[in-house]
């Protein structure tokens, strides 16, 4: 791809971190909470009109998943009225817009990883605020939706919000007790690999719309974390555990696995869960002693 202007909204969190990195060549304006606020649109307008972008990217979210359920308010804003905001200043800047989407539109009541063909069904006001901001992103003529989950990839010195790898992985390490679920089936998915896969629908000009960009495989929790394990060279301390043992406010689908046949026809093949693993316990080094 041709040198590119390219404004990365919520650029200092992992994935934001992740993208403004795979498109290092290109002419990077990244913004995090404290130069922009993505809630105000007026705010958002001037930004993106001001930086004359050919790519708007969109990495922040309201991720709380169960905070959601006390502030939706809050949720509805990043998640889905300030994405309507990007999209609407990215088409007036004719500049392709990327956002990232959940598995969470799903209810997980299958066995079937799912197809960008199946219909949502949400089942909390996290999932619900994440489905409004896809249907609003897709408003714009030239938009992709990216789906991820069970994100992970962060540096050891990382300090900010850690996802759900990197804290069993701490675990493993310390030679503590991990509980993880056996009946939550997900695709951990490498944030450098997601990054990756953003860079080339552009680049390749793929058709616009929903893709699903997740490491390819699938496995529960508990299995993640035995082969983490493995890779570690620690002896696993896991305590299963079931989701209906455990009181969360916002519901989770059991079920989380995505397909990612579509990407792949578009020319990215995503490599195993397993092979990201590996790749991303290299980066990572051993741990201090």
Same mark, same amino acid.
């Given at each position: 791809?041709?040198?590119?202007?390219? !404004?990365?909204?919520?650029?200092?969190? =992992?994935?934001?971190?992740?993208?403004?990195?795979?498109?290092?060549?290109?002419?990077?304006?990244?913004?995090? +909470?404290?130069?922009?606020?993505?809630?105000?649109?007026?705010?958002?307008?001037?930004?993106?009109?001001?930086?004359?972008?050919?790519?708007?990217?969109?990495?922040?979210?309201?991720?709380?998943?169960?905070?959601?359920?006390?502030?939706?308010?809050?949720?509805?804003?990043?998640?889905?009225?300030?994405?309507? $905001?990007?999209?609407?200043?990215?088409?007036?800047?004719?500049?392709?817009?990327?956002?990232?989407?959940?598995?969470?539109?799903? *209810?997980?009541?299958?066995?079937?990883?799912?197809?960008?063909?199946?219909?949502?069904?949400?089942?909390?006001? %996290?999932?619900?605020?994440?489905?409004?901001?896809? /249907?609003?992103?897709?408003?714009?003529?030239?938009?992709?939706?990216?789906?991820?989950?069970?994100?992970?990839?962060?540096?050891? $010195? /990382?300090?900010?919000?850690?996802?759900?790898?990197?804290?069993?992985?701490?675990?493993?390490? =310390?030679?503590?007790?991990?509980?993880?679920?056996?009946?939550?089936?997900?695709? #951990?998915?490498?944030?450098?690999?997601?990054?990756?896969?953003?860079?080339?629908?552009? $680049?390749?000009?793929?058709?616009?719309? !929903? %893709?699903?960009?997740?490491?390819?495989?699938?496995?529960?929790? %508990?299995?993640?974390?035995?082969?983490?394990?493995?890779?570690?060279?620690?002896?696993?301390? !896991?305590?299963?555990?079931?989701?209906? =043992?455990?009181?969360?406010?916002?519901?989770?689908?059991?079920?989380?696995?995505?397909?990612?046949?579509?990407?792949?026809?578009?020319?990215?093949?995503? #490599?195993? /869960?397993? *092979?990201?693993?590996?790749? /991303?316990?290299?980066? +990572?080094?051993?741990?201090?002693?």
């Amino acid at each position: 791809m041709p040198r590119s202007r390219v !404004l990365v909204a919520g650029a200092g969190g =992992q994935l934001g971190t992740a993208v403004v990195t795979a498109f290092a060549g290109d002419e990077i304006i990244a913004h995090t +909470r404290a130069t922009l606020d993505i809630t105000d649109p007026e705010a958002v307008r001037h930004a993106v009109a001001e930086a004359r972008p050919a790519v708007v990217i969109n990495c922040a979210a309201f991720n709380d998943v169960d905070g959601a359920e006390d502030r939706p308010a809050d949720a509805f804003a990043v998640n889905a009225f300030a994405v309507r $905001s990007l999209a609407r200043a990215a088409a007036d800047a004719g500049a392709v817009f990327v956002h990232y989407g959940t598995d969470f539109v799903y *209810d997980g009541r299958t066995a079937k990883a799912y197809t960008e063909d199946v219909p949502p069904s949400p089942r909390s006001a %996290y999932a619900m605020s994440k489905l409004t901001g896809e /249907w609003f992103a897709l408003e714009a003529p030239r938009a992709y939706v990216l789906r991820v989950e069970s994100l992970f990839g962060m540096p050891r $010195s /990382w300090t900010g919000r850690r996802g759900t790898l990197e804290n069993i992985a701490a675990g493993l390490e =310390q030679g503590r007790a991990v509980k993880v679920f056996t009946d939550r089936i997900v695709t #951990p998915s490498y944030i450098p690999d997601i990054a990756a896969a953003t860079r080339h629908l552009i $680049s390749a000009e793929a058709a616009p719309g !929903l %893709y699903h960009c997740v490491n390819s495989g699938q496995a529960s929790w %508990y299995e993640v974390a035995d082969h983490l394990a493995g890779e570690l060279g620690v002896e696993p301390r !896991l305590e299963p555990v079931m989701t209906d =043992q455990v009181q969360m406010k916002a519901v989770r689908p059991r079920f989380c696995a995505l397909s990612n046949r579509k990407l792949a026809a578009a020319g990215f093949a995503m #490599p195993t /869960w397993q *092979d990201a693993i590996r790749r /991303w316990l290299a980066t +990572r080094g051993r741990p201090a002693a």
